[in-house]
């Protein structure tokens, strides 16, 4: 997954653009509704089941208060992407995700 936050644009996005971007790619990138890894039929590296419920309610928690208008700091941003990148490379590890 690469998540990026550089624009050829002159105008930066705004924080809450950002973020939607992100989470965007989140849940384009990442399975957070594929049932299947929820139902713990696996050896398993880690915890596939509790990163994935993680991630989803992280990325509900932000789509819920970007909709009430809320703006995240650019710290948020980082921080969600940095923990998407780690699940994803748990995920990857697990064959839930291709590498
Ligand atoms: S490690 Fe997590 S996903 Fe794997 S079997 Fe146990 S509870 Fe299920």
New binding site residues.
């Given amino acids: 997954m690469s998540v990026t936050f550089t624009s050829r644009n002159k105008m930066k996005p705004k924080t809450a653009e950002a973020m939607s971007q992100l989470l965007c790619e989140i849940r384009k990138a990442l399975p957070l509704d594929r049932s299947d890894?929820?139902?713990?039929?696996?050896?398993?590296i880690?915890?596939?089941?509790?990163l994935i419920q993680y991630l989803r309610r992280e990325v509900e928690d932000w789509e819920w208060a970007l909709a009430q208008g809320d703006q995240p700091s650019l710290g948020d941003i980082s921080s969600l992407a940095k923990t998407s990148r780690k699940i994803y490379k748990a995920l990857e590890k697990n064959g839930l995700v291709a590498s």
């Fill in positions: 890894i929820l139902l713990c039929r696996r050896v398993c880690g915890c596939p089941k509790k």
